[in-house]
């Protein structure tokens, strides 16, 4: 396994100088933005994409720190009921796929969508129940968007060998793992997880049972290493479906935190050994979004524990049961 950075907590400065600094902690692959809201700082997609000597130098630096792009990442809303917004996305995400190719990676990070809760709504409709029954006609109209949508992507990225991750998000459309299974069956292969577990600590999911469930339908294309911590006492008063402000933290119910801090190092060791034993042995990009640390802290405190508990090497034979 790798420990990866998603780069955009670095994006005061050019890739340049970010790759010494991560290479310099046992870093050894990154996910740089190209669009949506991670940005591009660090890989401008219309700079790169078509450009033999752009790539070449971009493989050239690469190559003299012994590192590799895990992903490109693109979060956006392509399934968004403005057409000018939704079109945006969706060139994101195609030129995203076609760059992905280009530059041998594998795979582009994204999420998948949320459309309004009808034909004639002008917002997206995030639901969370089915009654009143509207709003599970509202669902069944949101998904028949997305299926018609993500096969098409499917069959784009497939044409390109590039594999479709898609991270679990609340106010999208698939949030949690039998919704991106669901997504993965009716869609095809390419399409699966970006797993990210600090957005399924909060809804109460046991992140070893989704590993597996996901993992069992192959379904787990990249992995964002990122934290939660679950404030008991707010949570008692107001649930975990939290519209505070994310910078109001005391009066939160959760926050994202770096890796450690809303789990302990046990845990995550547990994470890294079920990832293995459902086949996945890629990058852990460190997704940095912690308003309690410094980008730069957060990211070496995340890294340490990290280091501790990645797998370096392939496991032998079992002699012992020989």
């Known amino acids: ?25 046992g870093v050894d692959a990154i996910e740089p933005g190209v669009g949506g809201h991670p940005g591009q700082a660090h890989l401008t997609r219309d700079e790169y994409l078509d450009n ?15 590192m590799r792009i895990s992903a490109l990442a693109t979060h956006n809303n392509p399934l968004h009921p403005d057409e000018e917004r939704a079109e945006t996305a969706d060139t994101e995400l195609r030129e995203a796929i076609q760059l992905a190719a280009q530059l ?10 949320l459309p309004a809760g009808g034909p004639d709504d002008q917002v997206p409709n995030w639901i969370t129940a089915p009654w009143p029954p509207e709003h599970d006609e509202a669902l069944e109209y949101q998904w028949e968007r997305a299926v018609d949508y993500w096969e098409d992507i499917a069959d784009e990225a497939a044409d390109h060998g590039v594999d479709i991750a898609i991270e679990m998000h609340p106010n999208m459309l698939v949030y949690e793992p039998h919704g991106m299974a669901r997504l993965r069956e009716e869609t095809g292969d390419r399409i699966g ?44 008063e107001k649930g975990v479906l ?30 890294v050994s079920t990832l293995r034993m ?45």
Not at 307 to 314: D, L, Q
Request: net charge negative; with cysteine.
């Open 1 to 25: 396994m790798e420990i990866g950075v998603h780069t955009p907590p670095l994006a005061d400065e050019p890739l340049e100088k970010a790759l010494p600094y991560l290479d310099g902690l």
């Open 52 to 66: 033999d000597t752009e790539q070449a130098e971009l493989r050239d630096v690469l190559d003299e720190y012994d």
């Open 104 to 113: 041998d990676v594998g795979s582009v990070t994204c999420f998948s969508g």
């Open 193 to 236: 997880a970006n797993f990210d577990p600090s957005h399924l600590y909060w809804q109460g999911i046991t992140i070893t049972d989704a590993i597996r469930y996901l993992g069992e339908r192959d379904a787990i294309h990249h992995f964002h290493a990122k934290d939660t911590k679950i404030y008991d006492a707010r949570a008692r």
């Open 242 to 271: 939290d519209t505070t402000a994310y910078d109001d933290e005391p009066n939160r119910s959760w926050l994202f935190r770096s890796v450690g801090y809303g789990h302990d190092e046990t845990h995550w060791k547990d994470i």
């Open 278 to 322: 459902v086949g996945y042995d890629g990058a852990l990009s460190i997704e940095h979004e912690d308003s309690l640390t410094s980008s730069r802290e957060g990211l070496e405190k995340a890294i340490d524990l990290l280091a501790r508990a990645v797998f370096e090497t392939r496991p032998g034979e079992a002699y012992w049961a020989e």
